[in-house]
């Protein structure tokens, strides 16, 4: 038993593991809606190697093991979080993905692969408005995307060693600017929380007053950070606005767009981001809502030539690439890189405009049905105009809240609704996200059913 693909014959022993695995994995979808979105228990296969390697046989069984245990994002009722089920071209960009693990650092490990994420990128930035000079690359998630985009609007304005600068963001951006300040060097008082409005939205009469009160302590600023899409209920900062202050003030804009920046892709949708176009930098997450398989992120630039400039160290191990480009481990934190771009290409080809149109739509259509569903004089909600929303009893204290909430959240999980829990200003919430195409109107009839009884 080889276990390496015979690079000379057809390898019937891998044919028959792979048919074998995504058999076991084709039922494991089918059986997900007679389940629950959380195991209630679960056997974890052994986690070591032994002494001898085992056969494929045992191998499929211990991934049957693991299948069993695991969370189910494609059970209708699963709605607690940004993790739809993936589209079925998605899985299979990943499989091939692993098969020929090329690599992204450099254009010789990775001919077609690195041009096809070039290709990708620059289609994202058309969509979103970016103009001629744009251009982007992939990461491992939005929370890296969102660290280069700092580290690049710092090293842009010149402050790489100036531990004092600031960036802005509203007081619900997400966290994962607080541990961007970490890596990045930088003190608790770099991030300026700017408070946000009854919405959820930065609120806009705060920037000019809180730069000017920065300057007077002789500290500089790098960036201002706008949410399209904050992540408790979906609200989307006053871009056009910001992106004023911004050119006024010459300050990097960043819009932290992992959850609403997709929208841009659509006509139909658009007008919701169209002040997407005025950002030198975008974090786009298909993974959150198109069911790209995990991860799919980019990061999208108006200048590409910034990514290179702050990232390049040159690639002395590697052939250069034609022309004046750079390798893609000259673009970003990451070196050796997986090329997640396969899967989000198929993934959108799979879909195509039509199919990507009607993903973005229908999760608006579920969040809206289900806010219409809910007795708001009990109530209160808490949305933006995408496809989330929170939600927390009217005239409770913050304790009461808290008991309603995980008591509700057990209730559920019990009628098989898997919803999130977040602590949300002073209390706890109940957040569904409708990024599930599997969810019927009944599903969420139900569920609100459920919710609207549980005061009286
Ligand atoms: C999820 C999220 C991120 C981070 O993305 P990861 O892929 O989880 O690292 C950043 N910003 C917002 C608004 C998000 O919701």
């Excluded at 191998?59 to 994002?73: A, F, I, V």
């Excluded at 969420?444 to 059913?449: E, G, H, I, M, Y």
Aim: glycine content about 8%; aromatic content about 8%; proline content about 4%.
């Amino acid at each position: 038993m080889d276990p390496f693909a015979s690079p000379h014959n057809l390898d019937r022993e891998l044919h028959s593991f792979l048919a074998e695995a995504s058999s076991n994995l084709c039922y494991w979808f089918a059986e997900s809606g007679s389940q629950a979105p959380m195991p209630d228990s679960f056997d974890l296969p052994e986690a070591f190697p032994n002494k001898k390697g085992v056969s494929n046989k045992v191998l499929l069984n211990d991934l049957q093991s693991l299948m069993n245990g695991s969370y189910r994002p494609s059970h209708p009722r699963a709605l607690a979080h940004l993790d739809p089920p993936p589209l079925s071209a998605s899985i299979v960009g990943e499989l091939i993905c692993a098969g020929l693990n090329n690599n992204l650092l450099a254009e010789e490990l990775s001919p077609s692969l690195t041009s096809l994420e070039r290709k990708l990128c620059k289609w994202f930035c058309q969509k979103l408005g970016l103009g001629d000079l744009s251009g982007g690359v992939a990461a491992s998630g939005g929370s890296l995307s969102n660290l280069m985009a700092l580290v690049m609007a710092r090293n842009i304005a010149g402050l790489e060693n100036d531990t004092s600068a600031v960036f802005f963001a509203s007081e619900d951006c997400h966290v994962s600017f607080s541990k961007s300040l970490r890596i990045m060097g930088l003190n608790k008082e770099s991030l300026q929380q700017v408070p946000t409005d009854e919405k959820g939205k930065l609120d806009i009469s705060y920037l000019s007053s809180n730069l000017k009160k920065i300057k007077s302590q002789g500290k500089k600023c790098f960036a201002v950070v706008a949410t399209a899409g904050t992540t408790v209920r979906g609200a989307i900062d006053p871009l056009f606005e910001i992106a004023q202050f911004c050119k006024k003030e010459k300050i990097w804009l960043h819009v932290d767009g992992a959850i609403g920046g997709i929208y841009g892709l659509s006509a139909k949708t658009s007008e919701m981001v169209k002040d997407l176009a005025s950002a030198d930098s975008i974090t786009v997450n298909p993974q959150k809502l198109l069911g790209i398989a995990k991860t799919s992120s980019l990061l999208l630039v108006a200048n590409k030539n910034h990514l290179s400039s702050t990232f390049s160290t040159g690639l002395p191990y590697a052939e250069s690439i034609k022309g004046n480009d750079f390798h893609g481990g000259e673009l970003g934190i990451q070196g050796t890189r997986s090329a997640e771009a396969l899967k989000l290409w198929i993934g959108l080809r799979q879909l195509g405009e039509e199919g990507i149109e009607k993903i973005l739509l229908d999760s608006i259509k579920r969040r809206c049905y289900f806010e219409s569903k809910i007795d708001s004089s009990r109530f209160k909600i808490i949305s933006g105009p995408l496809h989330l929303l929170a939600l927390t009893p009217i005239n409770y204290t913050s304790s009461q809240g808290s008991d309603w909430s995980m008591k509700m959240r057990n209730t559920l999980l019990v009628n098989k609704f898997m919803l999130s829990r977040p602590l949300y200003e002073d209390r706890f919430y109940l957040k569904a996200v409708m990024g599930n195409p599997n969810t019927k109107f009944e599903d969420l009839k139900l569920l609100a059913n459920l919710i609207n009884q549980s005061i009286n």
